[in-house]
T-cell receptor, first 113, second 115 residues
């Protein structure tokens, strides 16, 4: 069974641009969560989607948004990039029930210059 | 709000040494507690969890006990190996799976085991 797949693995952008990251969950999983990992702030929850609907959202500005498709694939978009958005972005999937464990992807390393 | 505090390290030990990584938390209610491990270049993997007071989670020789009276969930292993070198994250969630409304993580502890 394939794991959580995130693409691309590395990305370089400049300030002011926008970026879209992609996540393919484990087959059959209906929930996708996104996290931001930085050396200063650590791991922070961005948002969680279940069956194409955002169920929960962390404390991030509106520049951070997501989408969840009927095939359970998810995208995360960051608009008007800032230097501080440089981070490892991790995607995690689960079956969707609140007591099921999360499976994390290897992440997309975003560098903003 | 919820928060998790853990020693950040790096923690450097010799092979076969005893390991303790401290973790304390602040949360409303009765959260579930987790330890995740991140190996270089990989995503997070669930190492163990405990869902109620006095529960002990264990996996691969690692153990942690949910202590509500001290709001702690310290990670221990009796004899570490070089392959245990990784970053370890303590986390909490309202739910035992950790999904839904997200995990609150500590900053992570970088563990280095020398042969």
């Amino acid at each position: 069974k394939a794991g959580v797949t995130q693409t691309p693995r590395y990305l370089i952008k400049t300030r002011g641009q926008q970026v879209t990251l992609s996540c393919s969950p484990i087959s059959g999983h209906r929930s996708v969560s996104w996290y931001q990992q930085t050396p200063g702030q650590g791991l922070q929850f961005l948002f969680e989607y279940f069956s194409e609907t955002q169920r929960n959202k962390g404390n991030f500005p509106g520049r951070f948004s997501g989408r969840h498709f009927s095939n359970s694939r998810s995208e995360m978009n960051v608009s008007t990039l800032e230097l501080g958005d440089s981070a490892l972005y991790l995607c995690a999937s689960s079956s969707g029930t609140v007591n099921e464990k999360l499976f994390f992807g290897s992440g997309t390393q975003l560098s903003v210059l | 709000g919820n928060s998790v505090t853990q020693m950040e390290g790096p923690v450097t030990l010799s092979e076969e040494a005893f390991l303790t990584i401290n973790c304390t938390y602040t949360a409303t209610g009765y959260p579930s507690l987790f330890w995740y491990v991140q190996y270089p270049g990989e995503g997070l993997q669930l190492l163990l969890k405990a869902t109620k007071a006095d529960d002990k989670g264990s996996n691969k020789g690692f153990e942690a006990t949910y202590r509500k009276e001290t709001t702690s969930f310290h990670l221990e292993k009796g004899s570490v190996q070089v392959s245990d070198s990784a970053v370890y994250f303590c986390a909490l969630s309202r739910y035992s799976g950790g999904g839904a409304d997200g995990l609150t993580f500590g900053k992570g502890t970088h563990l280095i085991i020398q042969p």
